[in-house]
């Protein structure tokens, strides 16, 4: 199987961009989601995608008892991570967990 891939800056810039403009920057599920569709989409060798998100807790540095504008700090050790993978063609997964019949 030959694989083919993006250039790390242009996967860099794309992550910059989508993280700045998506409406779903806020919740990883979704925004891993939006992310990996866009490869798959927009770059015709691109079939597959994988996005490993992490959404951390920051507060921004108050200066002079103001919020300053581009200063941040970790506020918290909470962690809320997801994996997602995109794929061009369908593939089906599942499983049924303690099901009896009577």
């Known amino acids: ?16 961009v989508f ?6 920057v806020a919740t ?4 891993a989601v939006h992310l990996a569709s866009h490869m798959v989409t927009k770059y015709p060798h691109v ?16 200066v002079q008892g103001v919020e300053h504008k581009h200063s941040f700090v970790r506020d918290g050790e909470e962690k ?15 499983n049924v967990e303690c099901f009896s019949l009577r």
């Not at 993280?19 to 779903?24: E, F, V």
């Not at 990883?28 to 925004?31: C, K, S, T």
């Not at 079939?47 to 807790?57: G, I, Y």
């Not at 809320?80 to 599942?94: F, H, I």
């Open 80 to 94: 809320r991570t997801t994996s997602v993978e995109v794929s061009l063609e369908p593939e089906y997964t599942g």
């Open 19 to 24: 993280a700045k403009t998506s409406p779903y």
């Open 1 to 16: 199987m030959l694989y083919h891939t993006l250039c790390p800056l242009k996967s860099h810039n794309t992550h910059l």
């Open 28 to 31: 990883p599920e979704l925004f």
């Open 47 to 62: 079939q597959k995608a994988f996005a490993d998100v992490e959404l951390l807790k920051w507060s921004r540095i108050p």
